[in-house]
């Protein structure tokens, strides 16, 4: 199982990778949309979990590009976001998301979601 994480904070990549690690999955790390939308052009991953505001390329835009490419569309994604989520439901582009959480990220909620994902999308057999 191999993750992309993609958020411009090293404290939030550090934690949500660490926890990745808990349950035994390989993970790289983005600091922005750009930096990741170049890993996913070279690498495969199983799952993007990726933040909302970012420089250079913010996580909306990155998801966009995302799904526009036939190699990465149909990659499930979890997007992080420290803003009112009742604020975002009309940004078509989330609509392609798995999930939307809430930062900062409660480790219990982060566990069950990654799971429920991952078994959803048939990339794990057994937990």
């Known amino acids: 199982m191999h993750i992309l994480v993609v958020d411009d ?3 939030v990549r ?3 990778g660490g926890l990745l690690a808990q ?13 990741a939308l170049e890993k996913a052009q070279v690498q495969t991953f199983n799952l ?7 420089p250079v390329m913010n996580g909306i835009q ?10 990465t569309a149909n990659i499930p994604v979890i997007f992080m976001t420290t803003q009112d989520l009742n604020s975002l439901h009309n940004v078509k582009e989330l609509k392609q998301c798995q999930e939307i ?27």
């Not at 349950?23 to 930096?35: F, P, S």
């Not at 219990?108 to 048939?122: C, G, M, P, R, Y």
């Open 101 to 127: 959480i809430a930062k900062p990220i409660n480790e219990e909620t982060f566990f069950q979601l990654i799971n429920k994902l991952l078994v959803e999308n048939s990339l794990v057999h057994s937990l």
């Open 48 to 54: 993007y979990i990726i933040d909302h505001l970012m």
């Open 9 to 11: 904070k090293a404290a």
């Open 23 to 35: 349950l035994g999955y390989t993970y790289e790390c983005a600091n922005n949309g750009l930096d």
């Open 14 to 16: 550090e934690k949500v």
């Open 62 to 71: 990155l998801i966009k590009n995302l799904k526009s490419k036939q190699e």
